[in-house]
C-alpha cells in the first residue's frame, strides 16, 4: 500500500513525459508468452501480468524516487532573485522597514530559503543607505562572522540602526495618542497593526492588545466593542468595522471626501443668496428705461470750468504772462523743441516744422505769444479757446412704435 500510495503521489507531482519515458523502458523488457492457437484463459493471462510487474516493479519505483530527489534543487541565488524581492535602501522609516521585513520573509517561504542562507540572500537587495551600514558591518565583524549570523539576528541588528530609541519613543507616544478619525476605521485599523509590531510591549499581553485597539475607536463603538468581549483583537477589528459601516449609512460618522451637514448648509446658503440678489438686480433693471422726448429748446452751452489747481506753497512770485511762478529775473517756460515761449515739448507739435524751418514757424507764433492762437497776450493754457469749446452732446432714448409716430420731428 505504501508503494502504491508513493506511486500516486509521483504520479501527481511530475510531469507525464516523464513518467511514460520510464514505463516505457520497462514494458519493452517484458517477454510475452509465445502465441498459441487457442484462446488463453482470462485468469492465465492476468497471472503473467501480475508477475511480470512484481518483477519490475522495484527498480521501476527506485528510478522514480532517484528523480524526485533530483528534482528538488536546493534554493540558491538564481531562485531568490527570480522572485524579485522587495529592495531597501534604509530611507524608508520604520514603517517602510517593517514592510520590508514583511516582504522578504514572505519571499522566503516561497522560494523555501535555508535559514543558513537567508542573511546573504537578504543583504543582496540592500541599497543606498542601507548597502553602506551593511559594507560597515562586514569591514567592522568581518564578512564571514556578518554573513553567518541568523535572520533574527540582523533583523534586531537593523531595528537597532534604523529605529533608534528616540524614534521608539515617539512611535510609543504616537501609539498612545492613536485615535480613530470618525469613519477612518481602516487608516486606524492599519495604523494600530504597523505600531503594534514596532512597539510590541505596548500591546503584550493579549488582554493589553485588545484594550489598547478598543480605547482608539469611538464613544459609542468603545461601548458596544467591550460589552462583547471579544477574545482576539481580529475579533475586536471585525466588530468595528461592522459598526463603523453601520453609522456611515446613518450619517453619524464621515470618511474623506464625504459632504457633512455642515458643508451642505455652507454650499447651499451662497446659492440662495446668490439668487436673491439676482432678482433684485432684474427688478432694478427693469425699472431703468423709460421714454422721453427730445426738448423743443435746449439750454445754452455752459463754458467749461477751468480746472481747480492747488495752492502754490513756494516763495516764487506768479508770473502775469505765464501763470506761473517763477523769479523775475527768469525767462518764462520755453519748448526745448521749437524754442518759443508758452508750451513745453510734451505738447510741441511743430518740432519737426521747426527743425525744417525755423523761419516760417516764428513768423506764425512770434515769442511770447499764445501757442494755440497767436495772442501775445496770454499763453497757451488760458487761451479762450479753448476754454470755451463746448463739450459734446449726446442722449439715449428708449421708444416704442407709438411715441415714433407721435413726434413727426424725431430721426432714426
Not at 484462446?39 to 497471472?47: T, V, Y
Not at 521608539?168 to 485615535?179: M, N, V
Not at 481602516?186 to 485588545?210: F, G, H, N, Q, W
Not at 463603538?221 to 471585525?238: H, K
Amino acid at each position: 500500500m505504501t508503494i502504491i500510495l508513493a506511486f500516486i503521489r509521483f504520479v501527481s507531482s511530475h510531469s507525464f513525459r516523464l513518467i511514460l519515458s520510464l514505463v516505457s523502458s520497462h514494458v519493452s523488457s517484458f517477454r510475452m508468452p509465445p502465441r498459441r492457437d487457442n484462446q488463453m484463459a482470462n485468469a492465465e493471462l492476468a497471472e503473467i501480468i501480475a508477475q511480470q510487474m512484481a518483477a519490475a516493479f522495484p527498480n521501476l519505483y527506485a528510478q522514480m524516487i532517484q528523480a524526485t530527489n533530483n528534482n528538488n534543487t536546493p534554493c540558491n541565488f538564481k531562485n531568490f532573485n527570480s522572485a524579485n524581492p522587495l529592495k531597501f535602501s534604509g530611507s524608508e522609516g520604520a514603517t517602510g522597514l517593517l514592510q520590508w521585513f514583511e516582504s522578504i520573509e514572505n519571499t522566503f517561504r516561497h522560494v523555501q530559503c535555508p535559514e543558513n542562507r537567508k542573511v546573504e540572500f537578504s543583504s543582496s537587495v540592500f541599497q543606498k543607505r542601507a548597502l553602506t551600514w551593511w559594507n560597515g558591518v562586514m569591514r567592522d565583524r568581518g564578512a564571514e562572522v556578518a554573513l553567518a549570523q541568523t535572520w533574527a539576528e540582523l533583523r534586531a541588528l537593523k531595528m537597532k540602526e534604523l529605529c533608534p530609541r528616540h524614534e521608539l519613543r515617539a512611535l510609543e507616544r504616537e501609539f498612545d495618542d492613536l485615535k480613530q478619525d470618525s469613519g477612518e476605521h481602516r487608516a486606524y485599523t492599519d495604523r494600530y497593526e504597523e505600531l503594534s509590531l514596532l512597539c510590541p510591549a505596548m500591546v503584550t499581553p493579549l488582554d493589553k492588545a485588545i484594550e489598547k485597539y478598543i480605547d482608539g475607536l469611538p464613544d459609542v463603538g468603545q461601548d458596544i466593542v467591550t460589552g462583547s468581549n471579544p477574545t482576539t483583537v481580529r475579533q475586536a477589528i471585525e466588530l468595528a468595522a461592522t459598526l463603523t459601516k453601520s453609522r456611515i449609512r446613518k450619517r453619524k460618522l464621515f470618511r474623506k471626501g464625504d459632504l457633512r451637514p455642515s458643508d451642505k448648509t455652507a454650499h447651499v446658503e451662497p446659492k440662495e443668496e446668490n439668487a436673491e440678489v439676482s432678482k433684485k438686480k432684474k427688478r432694478k433693471a427693469s425699472q431703468n428705461y423709460a421714454v422721453t422726448a427730445q426738448d423743443k429748446q435746449v439750454a445754452p452751452n455752459q463754458p467749461a470750468q477751468p480746472r481747480k489747481r492747488q495752492n502754490y506753497v513756494g516763495t516764487a512770485p506768479l508770473c502775469n504772462k505765464c501763470n506761473r511762478h517763477h523769479p523775475e529775473q527768469e525767462q518764462c517756460h520755453k519748448c526745448n523743441h521749437c524754442g518759443r515761449l508758452g508750451h513745453l515739448i510734451n505738447v510741441c507739435r511743430y518740432a519737426n516744422q521747426a527743425a525744417a524751418n525755423p523761419a516760417a514757424v516764428q513768423a506764425r507764433f512770434p515769442p511770447g505769444s499764445c501757442y494755440n492762437c497767436g495772442d501775445l497776450t496770454h499763453y497757451r493754457n488760458n487761451c479762450p479757446r479753448l476754454v470755451n469749446i463746448p463739450p459734446a452732446r449726446g442722449r439715449v432714448f428708449n421708444i416704442n412704435e407709438a411715441n415714433m409716430n407721435n413726434d413727426a420731428t424725431l430721426n432714426i
